[in-house]
């Protein structure tokens, strides 16, 4: 793979991505792929963006956070720490995606909604408002919005369904 140091911050992106000179992309950062990052958008620390990923507007990605598959991150988005968002998953406004939390499949977080700890939010679940969801599985279709404010399902420990939905062991 070819790659070249962005103008703006001097990270890593592939010569098969597209970041436009107002982004910043840090020193070690990387975008590669198909991935595109334009606008006032960052993406620094060791975050990866990759695959056909959009991040674009005021966005944030930083910390070891991964944005890949065709997920989108845009607004005032941040997703940090050891976050992940992948799918076609979409984060919008000024959602907090943190932790070890992973948003992906076709899920969206959005207006001032948070993400974070070991929380998974897949399939078409919509989260938004100021609502929180701190850990556990949540998807489907299903909506957590307002001031709501989820955790764990009852019954089940945290890492049984963190591990049975990442099929690890």
Do not use: K
Not at 94 to 105: E, F, L, N, Q, T
Not at 130 to 150: D, L, M, N, T
Request: hydrophobic letters at 40%.
């Amino acid at each position: 793979m070819s790659v070249h140091q962005h103008v703006n911050g001097g990270g890593w992106v592939a010569d098969t991505a597209d970041v436009e000179p107002t982004a910043y992309v840090g020193p070690s950062a990387m975008v590669y792929g198909r991935a595109v990052v334009y606008g006032y958008a960052r993406v620094y620390g060791h975050a990866e963006v990759y695959g056909h990923a959009e991040v674009y507007g005021h966005a944030r990605i930083y910390g070891y956070a991964r944005v890949y598959g065709h997920a989108r991150i845009y607004g005032h988005a941040r997703v940090y720490d050891w976050a992940r968002v992948s799918g076609r998953a979409r984060v919008s406004g000024h959602a907090r995606i943190s932790g070890h939390a992973w948003v992906y499949g076709q899920a969206e977080v959005c207006d001032h909604a948070r993400i974070y700890d070991l929380a998974l939010v897949d399939g078409y679940a919509r989260v938004s408002g100021h609502a929180q969801v701190s850990a556990g599985v949540w998807g489907g279709p299903a909506e957590i919005y307002g001031a709501e404010s989820v955790s764990p399902s009852p019954g089940i420990s945290l890492e049984e369904e963190f591990f049975s939905r990442i099929g690890g062991s």
